[in-house]
């Protein structure tokens, strides 16, 4: 038994290389898409956060999520959306649409990664301590699913969308820098 036990390490390790490379690959396959599709690609992008702005008015109302979390996550998007620019794909990495979003990004998930957090550990305290749950705690699936969705989906579109515009033609040259004719 001891084979088969380590053995079985070896096999996890091997089973996380092949996810991490799917994953991977995946990533390439999503912004190839975007480099090669952009104009669908922004529309599909800017519905998609609106999509995600109406899914937090409707956790709002059927989950009773805390308001001051919801509004704060649609700002959010609201910055996202700013990123849609005319010139996009073509974002600057200086532009402050893009660092506002990558700070928003950060603030977002860790104002409901402790929301979580909160309400797990008070739904184990009542169950420890009173036998009894007044408010269950949501799952890991459904807190994985709302992160994927409702918090990571729409920068990591923006992020992806990125790498769109290497290998562009520039659109306009500087004059100075001529070539000389001889």
């Known amino acids: 038994m001891a084979l088969l036990f380590y053995l079985s390490y070896v ?19 999503i912004s190839e898409l975007i480099e090669e599709h952009s104009r669908f ?14 899914f937090h008015v ?19 998007h609201i910055v996202y959306l700013q ?3 005319h010139a996009w794909p073509a974002i ?26 909160r309400i797990t550990q008070e739904a184990k305290h009542q169950r420890y301590y009173k036998g009894r749950v007044t408010v269950p705690a949501p799952s890991f699936t ?13 920068p ?10 290497d290998n562009a033609i520039p659109l306009s040259s500087d004059t100075n820098t001529e070539l000389p004719l001889s």
Not at 156 to 165: D, E, H, R, T, V
């Open 11 to 29: 096999a996890v390790i091997v089973a996380f290389a092949f996810v991490t490379l799917s994953l991977a690959s995946g990533l390439l396959y």
């Open 41 to 54: 690609a922004k529309v599909i992008g800017q519905r998609g956060i609106y999509v995600i702005i109406i």
């Open 58 to 76: 409707l956790l709002y109302f059927t989950e009773s999520l805390p308001l001051k979390h919801i509004l704060f996550s649609i700002f959010c």
């Open 83 to 85: 990123n849609f620019s």
């Open 92 to 117: 600057s990495l200086t532009s402050i649409t893009l660092v506002a979003s990558c700070g928003l990004v950060i603030a977002d998930h860790f104002l409901w990664f402790f929301y979580f957090a």
């Open 142 to 154: 459904e807190v994985a699913t709302f992160f994927g969705t409702c918090v990571w989906l729409a």
């Open 156 to 165: 990591m579109f923006i992020f992806l969308s990125l790498s769109a515009n």
